[in-house]
């Protein structure tokens, strides 16, 4: 079973609130990812780091969305104001090496905004 | 632009039966396949990975892999209620830093 923690579970926000979503990774595992889930079920990659450093980011994620990854704490991905199209289920997942390795998944936090 | 697509949307199959999903690639970049299963409330789960060409079993699940046409297949044999699920393939580059995931087949197993 994958150890890759997720908090919280649910997330209900107002259009323009902020948002923030966290994540402890498998321990030993240096890559996190996160993706976003639409209702569609479509996925979407944000952003990836190894430690603490950025891998690769979208675009999106340059601007009302912002993550990091510090030593010894969780990572987080936060949405500085919320939009509707916003809502879906973010996962984090962490793997020991990259891509080309077994990426573990979390449960998700499904953001709602209302 | 959806670059990995899967077919198809969705499958009902008999407990017992063949289940065989589809995914293609079309990205030549992205040519190192994962297969996912995702139960409701839950996160994917990789099932298996197959990166050469040709199958690879492990189980009751068996992936096709051809390279030259970026298709990859998972058949799931003597299925059971507990497969049903929604079933995503995955795609990285061969120095890919992420997955690149496939819209996904929704897969029931009738008891």
């Known amino acids: 079973n994958s150890k890759v923690i997720q908090t919280p579970r649910y997330l209900v926000k107002g259009q323009g609130q902020k948002a923030k979503m966290r994540c402890i990774p498998e321990?030993?595992?240096?890559?996190v990812f996160w993706y976003q889930q639409n209702k569609n079920n479509e996925f979407k990659f944000l952003i990836n780091f190894q430690n603490q450093e950025v891998l690769q980011q979208i675009d999106m994620t340059e601007k009302r969305f912002s993550a990091e990854c510090p030593s010894n704490s969780p990572c987080s991905l936060e949405i500085q104001s919320s939009e509707a199209g916003d809502s879906a289920l973010y996962l984090c997942?962490?793997?020991?090496?990259?891509?080309?390795?077994?990426?573990?998944f979390g449960k998700g936090t499904r953001l709602t905004v209302v | 632009q959806q670059k990995v697509q899967q077919s198809p949307e969705s499958l009902s199959v008999p407990e017992g039966g063949m289940a065989s999903l589809n995914c293609t690639s079309s990205?030549?970049?992205?040519?190192y396949f994962w297969w996912y299963r995702q139960h409701s409330g839950e996160g994917p789960k990789a099932l298996m990975?197959?990166?050469?060409?040709g199958d690879k079993k492990e189980g009751r699940f068996t992936a096709h892999l051809n390279k030259a046409s970026l298709h990859v297949s998972l058949h799931i044999r003597d299925s059971q209620p507990s497969d049903s699920a929604l079933y995503f393939c995955?795609?990285?580059?061969?120095?890919?830093?992420?997955?690149?995931f496939g819209t996904g087949t929704k897969l029931q197993v009738v008891p």
């Open positions: 990975s197959i990166f050469s060409d």
């Open positions: 995955a795609a990285s580059a061969n120095s890919g830093t992420y997955q690149r």
């Open positions: 997942a962490s793997s020991l090496t990259g891509a080309n390795t077994e990426v573990f």
């Open positions: 321990k030993g595992h240096p890559v």
């Open positions: 990205d030549r970049n992205f040519q």
